[in-house]
């Protein structure tokens, strides 16, 4: 099945510092990545959709020059969390899939934020 | 705007016991629908999906789920569940068409196995 990796898997760092999250696919080409945040005991928001070589869709209420998203190549996708605060902590989950249309996403395993 | 209703916020159920798990879905037109699951500090795993054609579904792991089009339902179910299946359980709906597939996700069952 296909595979998508994220790194770091665990980060900490201090307050007002930038992270930067790396979602991979390993072994298919993805037009389009996903990004979701995850509070505890909650269910996945969408963040936004990050389209190869576009500019990502955000969704409502998420700070698109707080959460920088870069889609450089068909497998390589980052989110960058700039000038983290506390409230930032969350965990992080990226997301791909194929241009077909009825393909499905496939999640990476997520990257668990923590900022102090 | 879809969105995706899971009544159930805990279940508990013991080992060897038939499970359901419930999920209602509100979108315009026939929808996509998924059943993922996720371990703790995991990303997600697909179970199933369902697209179009037969509307009972079967998916990895002994896991089935039914698409009722007239009740906006797509519960899974298991005959017998395994302790290792104890986790979180989402359901998400996905739009057809444009806009990449976007998923809505439910808010989440947590399934506990009593031994």
């Known amino acids: 099945g296909a595979v998508v990796s994220q790194h770091p898997s665990r980060v900490i760092c201090k307050s007002g510092t930038s992270v930067k999250i790396e979602c991979r696919s390993l072994d298919f080409q993805a037009t389009t990545m996903f990004w979701y945040r995850q509070f505890p005991k909650q269910s996945l928001m969408l963040m936004a959709t990050?389209?190869?070589?576009?500019?990502?869709?955000?969704e409502q209420g998420v700070e698109k020059d707080k959460f920088l998203i870069n889609h450089a190549s068909l497998t390589l996708s980052t989110l960058t969390v700039t000038s983290a605060h506390p409230e930032d902590s969350s965990f992080y989950i990226c997301?791909?899939?194929?241009?077909?249309?009825?393909?499905?996403?496939?999640f990476g395993p997520g990257t668990r934020l923590t900022v102090l | 705007a879809q969105s995706v209703t899971q009544p159930d916020i805990h279940i508990t159920v013991s080992e060897g016991a038939s499970l359901e798990l419930r999920c209602n879905y509100s979108y315009g037109a026939t929808p996509y629908l998924f059943w993922y699951v996720q371990s703790p500090g995991q990303g997600l795993q697909l179970l199933l999906k369902?697209?179009?054609?037969?509307?009972l579904v079967q998916g990895i792991k002994g896991f089935e789920a039914e698409f009722k089009r007239s009740q906006s339902s797509f519960n899974l179910r298991k005959p017998s569940v395994h302790w290792s299946d104890a986790a979180e359980y989402f359901c998400?709906?996905?739009?057809?068409?444009?806009?990449?597939?976007?998923?809505?996700f439910g808010t989440g069952t947590q399934l506990k196995v009593e031994l």
């Open positions: 369902y697209f179009s054609g037969d509307t």
């Open positions: 997301s791909a899939r194929t241009g077909l249309v009825t393909d499905e996403q496939f």
């Open positions: 990050s389209n190869e070589g576009s500019k990502a869709t955000y």
């Open positions: 998400a709906v996905g739009a057809r068409g444009g806009g990449g597939n976007k998923l809505t």
